[in-house]
């Protein structure tokens, strides 16, 4: 009697396992279905502390490579009008000339300018960068013409 | 030859004691991964880059919209350009590592995103990243 009760308990403490995949599959369908894999690309920057009133620091004129965007979403490299697609061969041109590693790529955008074709220029930059090689750190100024106070950053 | 059929036989089953080892596994993997989508956001066409990385830390990210009417969306509300500042820094303060996204339509003026980065600049939110798309 005593070894049969034993017995009985036995039998009816075991965890079925046999629906266990089941259930797994189950909650790994649901994940899998909600899980959203579109992947999220951006260029990445740092903007520089904010300074309040204070007076910026002035750049020697030597060190800037300036590019302007003006309101009809044409862009110049010092002065000269480049086609979009060549920024970043001129740009990577200037960085190559500069022996010392201290030019500074200051992006000013007009307030009208269209935010894709600043995000294009940018985008030839990091291409610029690139092109120049190793050995050329990443300092790139963004503004709008006439404001004083520049969003200077880096990635 | 009987010999051989035997042996082919025993081959022919699937082990699935570890089925649900593997299960869990993948399982373990895409909860881990699972990043709920939170905010509808405002309908935007990103601008194209070709040199834009892939982001990975998508738990540090806040999102900011900005639509080509200039209008400004946070957390699914919309907010003036001089609210950036408050709700940035409360998104600091609740973690220090937060990298502001900015998913701006390509046909926004540049003016606008201008001023907010400039009350990015004042809420201490200096990690920003320009959303962009990959083809035209």
Not at chain 1, 111 to 118: H, S, T
Not at chain 2, 4 to 31: G, N, Q
């Amino acid at each position: 009697m005593a070894l049969r009760a034993k017995r009985h308990i036995r039998g009816s403490a075991e965890i079925p396992t046999a629906s266990m995949a089941d259930i797994a599959f189950l909650l790994l369908v649901f994940f899998l279905a909600t899980t959203t894999m579109i992947s999220e690309r951006g260029i990445g920057m740092v903007l520089p502390k904010w300074s309040g009133n204070q007076e910026p620091v002035k750049i020697p004129q030597e060190r800037l490579i300036k590019i302007w965007i003006n309101q009809y979403n044409r862009v110049a490299v010092d002065f000269e009008e480049v086609p979009i697609d060549q920024i970043a061969r001129v740009v990577a041109d200037r960085l190559r000339a500069d022996a010392e590693d201290d030019d500074i790529v200051s992006l000013k955008t007009a307030p009208d300018a269209e935010y894709g074709i600043m995000v294009k220029v940018l985008d030839q930059i990091e291409e610029a960068y690139d092109l120049a090689g190793p050995g050329h750190t990443k300092r790139v100024s963004l503004a709008t013409p006439g404001r004083m106070r520049e969003n200077n950053g880096g990635p | 030859m009987p010999k051989f059929e035997k042996k082919s036989k025993a081959d022919s089953r699937i082990p699935t004691a570890s089925m649900a080892d593997i299960a869990f596994l993948l399982l373990i993997f895409f909860v881990v991964t699972t990043t709920f989508r939170v905010y509808k956001g405002l309908p935007v066409h990103m601008p194209f880059a070709k040199q834009s990385v892939q982001l990975t830390e998508k738990r540090n990210l806040a999102y900011l919209w900005i639509d080509r009417d200039g209008r400004i969306s946070i957390d699914d509300r919309l907010v003036g350009t001089e609210q950036v500042r408050f709700i940035m820094n409360a998104k600091m303060v609740a973690n220090p590592f937060t990298i502001v996204s900015l998913k701006v339509d390509r046909k926004t003026q540049y003016g606008i995103v201008n001023r907010v980065l400039e009350e990015l600049r004042r809420a201490e939110a200096l990690r920003v990243n320009f959303a962009t798309a990959l083809n035209e």
